[in-house]
């Protein structure tokens, strides 16, 4: 396959795809380190080692979610670079407002689960791993909503 600057909008999503999928890594197991840590409360040793898993990870995951903005934003904008390498798909499409709006949801949720890591290394109990797990599902439900808007673009 000949590299050349007709494939712009094809290489820029397929970087949005592959770090969209490194930061939902990120986006689905900080939670987990999260109820880990809840079920491991009375071993300190044990806490410390998911507090600072989940610090590295969630320091991964903001670097992963910077690249997911800057391909996102080609993506949405990249027609004002350069029309004749973006196509136009994103105007007046409810479609993809709302996934927008949900994928601020996601990074909501992540930055609510970096937060408890820091306040549990601070000495805040967590909660506990019945309610974490229900808050692991979150995303999980957002993300199947955005699927289906990317793919089935239904509005």
Same mark, same amino acid.
């Given at each position: 396959?000949e590299?050349?600057?007709?494939?712009?909008?094809?290489w820029?999503?397929?970087?949005?795809?592959?770090?969209? @999928?490194?930061?939902m890594?990120?986006v689905?197991?900080?939670?987990?380190?999260?109820?880990?840590i809840?079920?491991?409360?009375?071993?300190?040793?044990v806490?410390?080692?998911l507090?600072l898993?989940?610090?590295?990870l969630?320091?991964?995951g903001?670097?992963?979610?910077?690249f997911?903005?800057?391909?996102?934003?080609l993506?949405?904008?990249?027609?004002?670079?350069?029309?004749?390498l973006?196509? #136009? @798909?994103?105007?007046?499409?409810?479609?993809? #407002?709302?996934?927008?709006?949900?994928v601020l949801?996601i990074?909501?949720?992540f930055i609510?689960?970096?937060?408890?890591?820091?306040?549990?290394?601070?000495?805040?109990?967590?909660?506990?791993?019945?309610?974490?797990?229900?808050?692991?599902?979150i995303?999980?439900?957002?993300l199947?909503? @955005?699927?289906?808007l990317?793919? @089935?673009k239904?509005i």
């Amino acid at each position: 396959m000949e590299l050349y600057a007709g494939n712009t909008y094809l290489w820029t999503k397929l970087l949005h795809t592959l770090f969209v @999928i490194a930061w939902m890594a990120t986006v689905f197991y900080l939670p987990r380190i999260l109820v880990n840590i809840a079920e491991a409360a009375s071993e300190p040793a044990v806490v410390a080692r998911l507090v600072l898993m989940g610090k590295r990870l969630y320091r991964f995951g903001h670097v992963m979610l910077g690249f997911v903005f800057l391909f996102g934003f080609l993506l949405w904008f990249g027609r004002v670079i350069d029309d004749s390498l973006w196509p #136009h @798909i994103t105007a007046a499409r409810g479609w993809m #407002h709302l996934k927008f709006l949900l994928v601020l949801g996601i990074v909501a949720h992540f930055i609510v689960a970096g937060r408890m890591v820091k306040a549990i290394e601070k000495g805040a109990a967590p909660k506990s791993a019945t309610w974490l797990r229900w808050f692991n599902e979150i995303p999980v439900v957002l993300l199947l909503v @955005i699927l289906v808007l990317v793919f @089935i673009k239904p509005i």
